[in-house]
């Protein structure tokens, strides 16, 4: 879902940092992009910043600095808007479909180029009191702006499915992106891998989720029963990554599946038996800090902890995942475009750090939405969306 930073304290030039080809790619080759587990575990168990020093060195030194991002940014930093509320953050988590890195082949055939995978905005209310993670599909046609390639040579702007961006321009392209079509200023951004992935949910003893059929997924390597199973880090990936034998095969589908997965993992890891249990804690906290690509703003355990300090204490419920209101894109049936106004009514809704209220949305056989997450016309002047809590029972 992300791409490789620079290490922290180099300098990098334009598109060096969380790019397919930047300085960075070569010092965390072998821990490539996917899930935004790790920054929700980190978020979730930041108590643990209590630690001895040398844990707590170790953990931090863990988190590569996207420096040559930052840098990057700043050359913008005129065009981009401008925080509303004080105490609100967004940040924006990424995760790249790069199939390069060891073990990360049996998940495709590797281009040579990254794209992201998975992008999700991270909306934590300025009280602490919930958090509102909404999905962006990598499909969707949006207007990018001209970023600065990897080589330094200059892209022109253009309308391109998004996850083009993070292939031409790295995070900063993203980040650029996100907040034109949003107008939400990105505070943060967090860069996600594979294996951080599958060793975090390993570090779990593994995340349950609900399966209304058996799965036989031979490109996703997963062969799963009906019913309530428990995901290994392996089969974990699978299950996010599937398209084929889950759902109704789209990639609006998948993110929902995604959603309910990192329910359920938020949920396991708000537990007493992780958070109160050293043994499991730091396993959990070593892998999804080894994962990690941030801002230089989050680059260490005790940033993360600022951040994030105030969240432990968030009713399951108020953790919210939605997909932005999004339909067939006019021009390509395969791509998507935005459902207007409902899109803006929650973009101005996390703007200005108003309430953001979700309810299920209905599932097929197999789990899958049968909507594409719009409002419903009767909630006005505050509109329900549809999508999913951390609280909701994976197997209803």
Request: one cysteine or more; proline letters at 5%; charged letters at 25%.
């Amino acid at each position: 879902m992300g791409d490789d930073a620079g290490t922290a304290g180099s300098g990098g030039g334009p598109g060096d940092g969380a790019s397919a080809s930047g300085v960075g790619l070569k010092r965390r080759r072998r821990r490539r992009r996917l899930g935004i587990a790790g920054i929700v575990v980190v978020a979730l168990a930041g108590g643990a910043v209590g630690v001895g020093w040398a844990v707590y060195a170790k953990l931090s030194g863990n988190i590569t600095a996207d420096q040559a991002a930052a840098a990057e940014l700043a050359r913008y930093e005129k065009e981009r808007p401008t925080s509303l509320v004080r105490g609100a953050q967004n940040v924006l988590l990424i995760g790249s479909d790069s199939r390069a890195g060891e073990g990360n082949a049996r998940y495709g055939r590797d281009s040579g180029t990254e794209r992201s995978d998975t992008t999700i905005l991270l909306h934590l209310a300025a009280g602490r009191d919930s958090v509102t993670a909404v999905s962006l599909p990598r499909d969707l046609m949006v207007q990018v702006p001209g970023c600065h390639r990897p080589d330094g040579s200059l892209t022109e702007p253009a309308l391109q499915q998004f996850n083009y961006a993070f292939a031409a321009g790295g995070s900063a392209c993203s980040i650029r992106t996100v907040e034109k079509l949003t107008g939400i200023r990105i505070d943060h951004h967090v860069v996600v891998d594979f294996e951080g992935f599958k060793e975090m949910v390993d570090a779990l003893d593994g995340v349950e989720v609900c399966l209304r059929k058996p799965v036989d997924d031979k490109d996703a390597k997963l062969k799963l029963p009906a019913g309530r199973v428990t995901l290994d880090g392996e089969q974990a990936l699978g299950y996010v990554r599937a398209r084929k034998s889950l759902g109704d095969g789209s990639d609006t589908d998948r993110m929902d599946r995604q959603q309910r997965f990192l329910g359920a993992l938020v949920s396991k890891v708000q537990s007493n038996d992780v958070l109160l249990n050293p043994v499991k804690l730091y396993p959990v906290l070593d892998a999804a800090t080894s994962s990690l690509t941030t801002d230089p703003g989050l680059a260490s355990l005790r940033d993360l902890y600022d951040l994030v300090r105030g969240l432990r204490g968030i009713p399951t419920e108020r953790v919210q995942f939605l997909t932005v209101p999004r339909e067939s894109y006019s021009g390509d049936a395969n791509r998507d475009q935005l459902v207007q106004p409902a899109a803006e009514k929650l973009f101005t809704r996390l703007r200005t750090d108003e309430p953001v209220t979700v309810t299920a949305s209905r599932r097929d056989s197999a789990g899958g939405t049968e909507n594409s997450g719009e409002p419903r016309a009767t909630d006005s002047p505050a509109p329900t969306f549809s999508g999913n809590t951390a609280d909701e029972d994976v197997c209803e």
